[in-house]
């Protein structure tokens, strides 16, 4: 009889064995939790369409970021939907809007916690588009100025990290610029340098409540079926000064993740997005899925294919997970 001396069944055959021999491991370190702050007080609202998000006010928001700290999750990413909306999204640098107010409050209770600020002016606009309109369509240059006003506001409440998630070309330099003008030159940027026109937004949009109010964002997001323009777009944005660089949608993206990873030295994140999250807590909730399982192999499978850094609304339970 033939003896196979070859055997990979033996590096799997105990858990201890295969703890010892795994490849790829999920941190709580890996981890950045999106928030998503109202105007009022005592608010918790439950987002339909994202089960277990809510809708919170200043005051919610600094309890969730207490919670985080104490998971060990090191960085909240800080989304708001503004007290008014106008054509060309002033809220969106007010530093009484509840982005602004959070982020200080959330630095004052929990100074440790990294906050990361989406810049974008979607929630903002009465017309959801991310940027100043001339007719139907998005004026890039003139956006830029907006967006470098977002920047330095919520650089100065106290944001860590800047996220710029527009699309439009040039922001990063024009972000750089503004930061260092104000002396924020350690204030970093996370840039949404691959980002698609992506069907997996859908719930995002209900809870920011930022979708268009005519046409869609396909003029300045990426088409899905384009990875060279994204090695491009990571290119040029690092060149402008890019900290990190993010590639949104993650799950059905990965492979862009990998080339991604394999074409720079900086770090890299996915943003694992509502419509993601959605499936699988809508299949979960019908017990067609182990929720835990799903959730720890979805995340795993990100980390394998090159990302440093996951922006995921599992980040709590998830942590939770690793930590049993």
Same mark, same amino acid.
């Given at each position: ?29 890996? *981890?950045?939790?999106?928030? *998503?702050?109202?105007?009022? =007080?005592?608010?918790?609202?439950? $987002? ?21 700290? /104490?998971? +060990?999750?090191?960085?909240? #990413?800080? *989304?708001?939907?503004? #007290? %008014?909306?106008? #054509? $060309? ?22 100074? =440790?916690?990294? $906050? ?14 991310? @940027? ?9 240059? =003139? !956006? ?13 409440? +106290?944001?860590? $990290? ?7 070309? +040039? ?9 260092? /003008? ?9 840039? %949404? ?5 992506? @069907?997996?937004?859908?719930? *995002?949009?209900?809870? /920011? ?15 899905? &079926?384009?990875?060279?323009? /994204? ?21 059905? %993206? ?7 990873? =394999? ?23 019908? +017990?067609?899925?182990? #929720? ?5 192999? !979805? ?7 090159? &990302?440093?850094?996951?922006?995921? %609304?599992?980040?709590?339970? &998830? ?6």
């Amino acid at each position: 009889m033939y003896v196979q001396k070859l055997r990979p069944r033996r590096m799997r055959i105990s858990a201890g064995m295969r703890d010892m021999v795994r490849e790829h491991s999920l941190s709580v370190k890996d *981890f950045v939790y999106p928030i *998503f702050v109202v105007p009022g =007080e005592h608010v918790k609202e439950e $987002i339909p369409s994202m089960p277990g998000c809510f809708h919170l006010s200043v005051d919610h928001a600094v309890e969730v970021a207490k919670e985080l700290h /104490a998971l +060990g999750i090191p960085a909240v #990413e800080v *989304f708001g939907l503004p #007290e %008014y909306k106008d #054509e $060309i999204g002033s809220g969106a640098w007010d530093m009484k809007s509840p982005v602004q107010r959070a982020m200080t409050a959330i630095k004052e209770a929990v100074p =440790e916690l990294m $906050i990361v600020g989406d810049v974008c002016l979607c929630q903002y606009t009465s017309h959801g588009h991310c @940027g100043k309109l001339c007719g139907h369509y998005v004026d890039n240059d =003139e !956006t830029l100025q907006l967006l470098q006003k977002v920047a330095v506001s919520q650089a100065r409440a +106290g944001a860590d $990290i800047i996220a710029p998630s527009d699309m439009m070309d +040039g922001r990063v330099a024009a972000i750089r610029e503004a930061l260092d /003008a104000e002396k924020f030159q350690n204030v970093s940027i996370m840039s %949404y340098a691959v980002k698609y026109a992506s @069907g997996y937004y859908g719930p *995002f949009r209900d809870a /920011a409540d930022s979708a268009p109010q005519f046409g869609d964002r396909r003029q300045y997001q990426m088409d899905p &079926a384009n990875v060279q323009e /994204a090695l491009k777009e990571v290119d040029l944005d690092v060149a402008e000064g890019a900290d990190i660089i993010m590639v949104k949608p993650a799950l059905a %993206y990965l492979d862009v993740v990998r080339r991604v990873r =394999e074409h720079i030295h900086h770090p890299v994140a996915v943003y694992n997005v509502s419509g993601e999250y959605a499936m699988v807590k809508a299949a979960a909730q019908n +017990g067609w899925i182990d #929720e835990k399982r799903i959730v720890l192999e !979805t995340l795993l499978g990100m980390k394998r294919a090159g &990302a440093d850094i996951i922006i995921t %609304y599992h980040a709590i339970e &998830a942590a939770k997970w690793i930590k049993e």
